[in-house]
C-alpha cells in the first residue's frame, strides 16, 4: 500500500470509496472538482500494489486554516492503521503547507473515529446540531493546533 498525493484521474476510485462509505456520497462531478483545484485543496488517496485506490483522505485550505473534507477507506482496509496513516500523511502535508489549525466534524456516534482524532491532538469545540442526515445525527466540530500534533516532524518546528 502507498500514500500519495490524488490526481485527477483518481475521481473514479475516490468516488467508489465515498460511495461504499457514505450514506450521502458526493457526486463524482463535485469529486472531480475538488481535484481540478489543487491551490484550495489537498487530497491523498491510499492505492494497493495493482493502483486500485483503498481510501482517501481530503482538506480544503482557507488561508492558515485546513478544514477535512472526508477520510474514507474501503471496507476491508478498516481498522489496520490506514486510516491514521492517510490522516497523518494529510495533516503534515497541510502544516507544511502553512496551515496552523485543521478543523473537521465527525459523527458524535463514531467511536473509532474520535478515538483516533483525539490520539492526533484534536479537541471538540462545539456540536452542531443534526449536521448529517441518512441518518440524521448531531456533528462535533473539532480543531487540531499545529502546537497539538506531537508527531509532527524537527523540519516543521523550526519554522516556529
Not at 456520497?25 to 491510499?46: D, F, K
Not at 500494489?49 to 492558515?64: F, K, P, S
Request: proline share 2%; net charge negative; with cysteine.
Amino acid at each position: 500500500m502507498i500514500v500519495r498525493k490524488a490526481e485527477g484521474a483518481d475521481a473514479q476510485g475516490i468516488f467508489d470509496v465515498e460511495t461504499e462509505s457514505f450514506s450521502v456520497p458526493w457526486s463524482l462531478q463535485a469529486i472531480s472538482r475538488e481535484l481540478a483545484n489543487p491551490s484550495l485543496t489537498m487530497y491523498y488517496v491510499l492505492a494497493d500494489e495493482d493502483g486500485t485506490i483503498a481510501g482517501y483522505a481530503g482538506l480544503w485550505r482557507v488561508l492558515d486554516e485546513g478544514q477535512i473534507t472526508n477520510i474514507a477507506l474501503r471496507k476491508q482496509y478498516r481498522r489496520q492503521g490506514y486510516g491514521e496513516l492517510l490522516l497523518r500523511v494529510l495533516m503534515e502535508a497541510a502544516w507544511e503547507d502553512g496551515c496552523s489549525d485543521i478543523f473537521l466534524e465527525v459523527r458524535v456516534s463514531n467511536i473509532g473515529a474520535l478515538h483516533l482524532y483525539r490520539k492526533l491532538g484534536y479537541q471538540v469545540l462545539s456540536v452542531r446540531k443534526n449536521y448529517y442526515s441518512e441518518p440524521e445525527e448531531d456533528a462535533y466540530v473539532m480543531d487540531c493546533k499545529r502546537e497539538n500534533y506531537q508527531w509532527i516532524t524537527n523540519s516543521y518546528k523550526k519554522d516556529e
